[in-house]
């Protein structure tokens, strides 16, 4: 094989495209433009005489999941928020969280005035562990946050138990997992309450986008109030020209609607997960073939108890050692530009995060003391580095290629290892 292509050698894949995300198609369009034709443009808006988009699509998601209620929203970030005051989680209160995520479940911990404890990760899956939140756990503690990252499922009877024994709340943040599954059931419908991403880069793609699961009616009556400034859906549907939400005023709310563009959108893209799923995990096993043959590398282990993943972010593990002393980020690169196509290292752990920065905003001063940041990172991480540094990713519209695509990964990361010392 010729030089490594970072170093102007002849690349892997010559020029060819990867699959696209996201994917539509006419009859996506079509949903879209009777949404805007409809001049209902919210749920706020009168109605037209039918049920609300975003009402029509939280029946579906709440469907898809096998529970009684979602409550759609306009963020996942706004999900994670709308769940911690639907389980009056506030001042005083400390919330445990992974190291290894996006910023958002520690940034809507502090949104919400209690205080996030950010705890270490299993290396192998990134995933919060039993251990950790049990180490954690005080008198303060009223909730953990359970992360379910990349394409894999945190281990979830290890944790319910610890929680219940515990009398904590158990919030589960799907973001990454639309439609994983665990002995069964899909997850977000093992804690108290469930929260989705549909931002354009997740498995079901709304542009933005979030949603709220649950079984329990009375944490559903507030979620609802809670994302639409004190209103929830009336008991009735309304006549035409009538309002669909009504003053309920049982808790104070912010305005987290979904719009009903997005929800327009969602309703057309939900039928195609199921496949598209399917389509990513024919493709994963044809990589998954080719990278054990070449010895160094797997996947990122999914547990026994898991009965189906979700692949947001595939993740190459490799053994430490197997690009010598390269840092992973000059690894990814390099594998890139053989294929034309991103990879990246883990996000960084948010404790050495850029973007988990508390003090630089006033409103979190009264939590964010020397003794909060004291208690909310004080401890070491050494699960997150060493899954940051052995972990590759890539984003997961390449599995929806085909088995050609997938030779080309393994052709590349091979090169890779065989010509690593080029990039020192």
């Not at 039993?130 to 990349?150: C, D, F, N, S, W």
């Not at 002995?183 to 979030?210: C, M, P």
């Not at 390269?326 to 991103?342: D, F, H, N, R, W």
């Not at 401890?379 to 060493?386: D, F, L, S, V, W």
Request: proline share 6%; glycine share 10%; net charge negative.
């Amino acid at each position: 094989m010729s030089g490594l292509a970072f170093l102007g050698g002849t690349p892997i894949r010559r020029p060819r495209p990867w699959a696209q995300w996201p994917q539509y198609d006419d009859a996506t369009e079509q949903e879209l433009l009777a949404a805007l034709r409809s001049r209902r443009w919210a749920v706020s808006w009168p109605t037209d005489g039918t049920q609300s988009r975003e009402r029509r699509f939280a029946a579906e998601f709440a469907r898809y999941n096998d529970v009684n209620y979602c409550a759609s929203v306009d963020h996942g970030s706004s999900a994670l928020v709308v769940a911690l005051e639907a389980l009056d989680i506030g001042p005083g209160d400390e919330v445990i969280v992974p190291v290894m995520t996006w910023v958002a479940p520690v940034t809507s911990v502090l949104r919400v005035g209690a205080l996030p404890i950010v705890v270490d990760v299993d290396p192998e899956t990134g995933c919060v562990t039993p251990e950790a939140i049990r180490a954690a756990t005080t008198e303060r503690t009223k909730a953990a946050i359970v992360v379910h990252l990349a394409c894999t499922v945190a281990d979830l009877d290890g944790i319910r138990e610890v929680t219940e024994e515990a009398g904590i709340s158990l919030i589960e943040d799907c973001a990454q997992a639309h439609g994983a599954r665990w002995r069964g059931r899909n997850v977000g419908t093992f804690g108290a309450l469930g929260v989705f991403s549909f931002q354009v880069g997740k498995v079901l793609a709304g542009g933005e986008g979030g949603a709220v699961i649950t079984s329990d009616p009375a944490l559903y009556r507030r979620a609802e109030q809670l994302r639409a400034d004190s209103r929830r859906y009336a008991d009735v549907d309304p006549p035409a020209g009538g309002e669909e939400l009504v003053e309920a005023g049982e808790v104070m709310g912010g305005n987290y609607c979904m719009s009903e563009l997005t929800a327009g959108v969602l309703l057309d893209q939900l039928p195609r997960l199921a496949g598209q799923h399917e389509h990513r995990e024919k493709s994963a096993a044809v990589l998954e073939a080719g990278l054990a043959e070449l010895g160094d590398f797997s996947a990122i282990p999914l547990p026994e108890a898991a009965d189906a993943r979700s692949i947001y972010e595939y993740g190459i593990r490799f053994r430490p050692g197997t690009f010598g002393a390269v840092p992973v980020g000059k690894v990814a690169e390099a594998i890139g530009a053989e294929l034309g196509m991103a990879l990246w290292p883990p996000d960084l752990p948010l404790h050495r995060s850029v973007m988990f920065h508390p003090h630089t905003k006033r409103r979190f001063a009264s939590v964010w003391t020397e003794e909060g940041r004291q208690r909310s990172l004080g401890r070491e991480y050494p699960g997150a580095e060493q899954y940051r540094e052995t972990t590759l990713i890539f984003h997961h519209k390449a599995l929806l290629g085909d088995a050609s695509d997938m030779a080309d990964i393994v052709a590349a990361v091979e090169k890779v290892r065989d010509h690593h010392e080029e990039l020192r």
